[in-house]
């Protein structure tokens, strides 16, 4: 079992920056693929970045390329979202989750493919 821990959301003026943590515990976090999903009230969860075991391979949603870098650190156990020029329509509740998974192909930009979720951490951005 698998429990994934996000952190680093918060209030920030659009034009801004934050970085999100997501920390893994209870299982080899090098065998899972990693991905950010967000879900504004109202609205439909929405795939943002993901990336592989290796970190060698990442992948973004639309709305975010250009903007947002996900990375990770596997001797920390951890998988980041640096999110930079955020804009309002960024607001949400962001979600890591895990796929045990050596490799990566489009199917993992749906949620449902994940094996383990956190809690989520809001972001709200200002305008």
């Known amino acids: 079992q698998v429990q994934l821990v996000e952190s680093g959301g918060g209030l920030v003026q659009a034009g801004g920056s934050l970085r999100l943590s997501c920390a893994a515990s209870?299982?080899?976090?090098?065998?899972?693929?990693m991905g950010w999903f967000r879900q504004a009230p109202g609205k439909e969860r929405e795939f943002v970045a993901g990336?592989?075991?290796?970190?060698?391979?990442?992948y973004y949603g639309d709305s975010v390329k250009g903007r947002f870098t996900i990375s990770r650190d596997n001797t920390k156990n951890t998988v980041y979202l640096q999110m930079n020029s955020l804009k309002p329509e960024d607001t949400a509740v962001y979600y890591c989750?895990?796929?045990?998974?050596?490799?990566?192909?489009?199917?993992?930009?749906?949620?449902?493919?994940?094996?383990?979720w956190g809690q989520g951490t809001q972001v709200t951005v200002s305008s």
């Open positions: 989750a895990a796929k045990s998974t050596m490799g990566w192909s489009t199917r993992l930009l749906a949620g449902y493919e994940y094996d383990y």
């Open positions: 209870g299982g080899t976090f090098s065998n899972y693929a």
């Open positions: 990336i592989r075991w290796s970190g060698d391979y990442t």
